[in-house]
DNA sequence: TTCGCTTTTTGACTTTTATCAAAGAGCCTG
DNA sequence: CAGGCTCTTTGATAAAAGTCAAAAAGCGAA
């Protein structure tokens, strides 16, 4: 979907804003396994999946790379430490699929907020839904079982597993690739 | 802290928005051990600790308690599913200590919002803090060992292991409290 | 289709953590 | 300070998950 339809079945545009929103909007298409962001980096742009998927990952010292999260189209995604305190990213941005991605920069994003309260709320409502995702990840890794997390995320979000290795979803489960290939194999 | 104080510290507040708010506020004091918020109920409070700890927590089908989080003073806290959704909480909120709040209304909270843009800043202030925080827990419940979750706690919180059972931390950490004890003595 | 590469599965073994049970320590109260 | 709590530790054992290595399966490109 492309982000200015989705901002228009969240809130009422006028013709101006949309104009506005055109104006500051970036569009662009990404390959397959490309790096958006990388550890180090700095990140001062918002973006807006419009298609694709993005896989959010760290590595340790050792070298053992770790999935935070994916990220989907109609959802925003951005290196967070780095977009909301100007400090580098920790984590890497990769697409996973070909991906097509709508961006603002940060000056205009604060623009755009001090200027239409309306987007405040959006900006509120976002937040919360992702603490809301947050706060059930931290239950789950706290207290459930891997073949639980397993079955969850099954329930959830079923696509997934048609569109990423089952490596990188082990890492998001928070196990290891043989585990997850044995609770897979024990149904 | 008192609220007030706290607010002052990082908004400029005039001296009628300060009354309006002595107006709203109510201030508690509750014993130790206190349930503030238990599962299925409703809560529209958004409460400020002045002095004290709360421990978040949940209780699986089987009866085993597991600890979300702690709050602790200068912090907010709220049963969130509950003030933000308006859906019944999943959480208990317990009184670690003697504890004393302050706690205004959800609509309050929503009128001040409202009147005063100010405190929206503060508001999206606080929900990043949150954020930063989840995200780091998730990382290290997802990739860390127990031993290392403790060792990170006893550095950035070494104070909770003075007001708090280690029942309760071990619960915290997403171990059980005899491995808890084995890390410990490990040392 | 075949070669080469990546992903997934399987097996053997080790490490980590949970569970159950009981002993020990600490602490409040009468 | 004695008795009865709760909290913490310790021990023995079981379950869960990790690691390493190799085989199998899947997949894309020549």
Do not use: W
Not at 74 to 87: H, L, P
Not at 118 to 135: G, N
């Amino acid at each position: 979907m492309h982000i200015i339809t989705f901002l228009q079945q969240h809130l009422p545009l006028s013709a101006e804003v949309v104009e506005e929103l055109q104006k500051i909007i970036v569009r662009e298409h990404l390959p397959k396994n490309h790096v958006l962001v990388r550890p180090g980096q700095h990140c001062r742009r918002l973006f807006f999946i419009e298609e694709g998927l993005i896989r959010e990952h760290y590595q340790s010292l050792s070298g053992k790379e770790t999935t935070y999260r994916f990220h989907t189209e109609d959802n925003f995604v951005t290196a967070d430490e780095s977009f909301i305190d100007g400090q580098p990213s920790q984590y890497y941005l990769e697409t996973l699929e070909e991906t097509t991605l709508c961006s603002i920069s940060h000056e205009d994003f604060e623009q755009l907020l001090k200027r239409h309260p309306l987007f405040e709320q959006l900006h509120v409502l976002v937040m919360h839904q992702v603490m809301r995702e947050m706060k059930e990840r931290i239950t789950a890794l706290q207290f459930q079982t891997a073949t639980e997390r397993y079955e969850s995320l099954l329930q959830n979000q079923p696509s997934i597993f048609q569109r990423v290795s089952l490596g990188h979803i082990a890492s998001y489960l928070g196990i290891s690739q043989e585990t997850l290939s044995r609770i897979r194999s024990k149904k």
